[in-house]
């Protein structure tokens, strides 16, 4: 009788190839294919973009004190050379300028743009965790998450203190992942514990600091050329794209977050799993 041949161990790529074959054969890949992720990531860069940028054109005039703009943020938070923050910077007025054109009109159609971007990052959470939309009397949480948004991204990016501290770049991570930590339990009504709503924020503050990286050398030469082929149209095209990836972000980091939950429950519970 011939002994039984020892199983073949498989290389580093034929153990991702198995392992998305696994995925896709199971369960995981129904929450891909159900959040549809690219076109929750446009329509999050469309509302971003109507949003966001006045908002925080506007709350960065209010400082008139260090007076950098909404442009040096933008660059500065893409990871971008000096030469592509000058070309961000020809697109927005000055700090006091937009501060002194700004209506109650037009905040107030902010505020509306506002709470559909929130609605719309909500939407995205719930599809993630196979929850039923919220009821309507939840509302105010858009508000209070679009109001601490804007606090966040201020303090962490147009402040002196963190332009001037050492420990800048640890601060900005630990103050984004706590607040997609709360964002994610706050959108969803409680309706997830903490602890399952960590990996999702740890996923996309990961996200995030890859496409910075991304950015840098990939956004910050393509604001220089689309500038001198399409003027200021071109850097618009491309801080849009900008937009587009923090949506992948934000969305695929809630959705790997949920998958890692579910993984590790089910790790926890062998008697949980599917035969």
């Not at 161990?9 to 129904?30: C, F, K, M, Q, T």
């Not at 196979?130 to 508000?143: C, E, I, K, S």
Request: proline share 5%; aromatic share 12%.
């Amino acid at each position: 009788m011939k002994r039984s041949e020892k199983p073949r161990r498989l290389s580093p790529v034929e153990r991702v190839h198995s392992a998305i074959r696994r995925a896709r054969a199971g369960s995981h890949w129904g929450h891909v294919r159900a959040l549809e992720l690219w076109q929750r990531a446009l329509s999050f860069a469309a509302l971003g973009f109507l949003t966001l940028v006045p908002l925080l054109v506007v709350v960065s005039a209010a400082d008139s004190e260090s007076g950098q703009g909404f442009a040096e943020w933008l660059g500065d938070g893409l990871g971008v050379s000096a030469g592509a923050t000058a070309e961000i910077e020809r697109l927005f007025a000055l700090p006091g300028q937009a501060w002194r054109t700004t209506t109650a009109f037009g905040l107030a159609l902010l505020a509306v743009f506002g709470l559909s971007f929130a609605t719309l990052v909500q939407g995205g959470y719930e599809k993630i965790w196979d929850l039923p939309p919220a009821r309507w009397w939840g509302r105010w949480r858009h508000a209070l998450w679009l109001g601490v948004l804007v606090g966040v991204l201020y303090l962490s990016a147009l402040a002196p203190l963190w332009r001037t501290s050492p420990a800048r770049g640890f601060v900005a991570v630990a103050i984004g992942l706590l607040f997609f930590w709360w964002s994610q339990r706050l959108l969803l009504g409680g309706r997830v514990a903490w602890k399952a709503l960590l990996p999702g924020a740890v996923a996309t503050m990961v996200g995030l600091l890859g496409l910075r990286l991304f950015s840098r050398y990939v956004f910050s030469p393509l604001i220089a050329s689309t500038a001198v082929t399409y003027g200021p149209f071109g850097t618009v095209l491309v801080i849009e794209s900008w937009f587009v990836g923090v949506g992948v972000v934000v969305f695929g980091g809630a959705l790997v977050g949920r998958l890692l939950h579910d993984e590790l429950r089910r790790r926890a519970h062998p008697a949980n799993r599917p035969r």
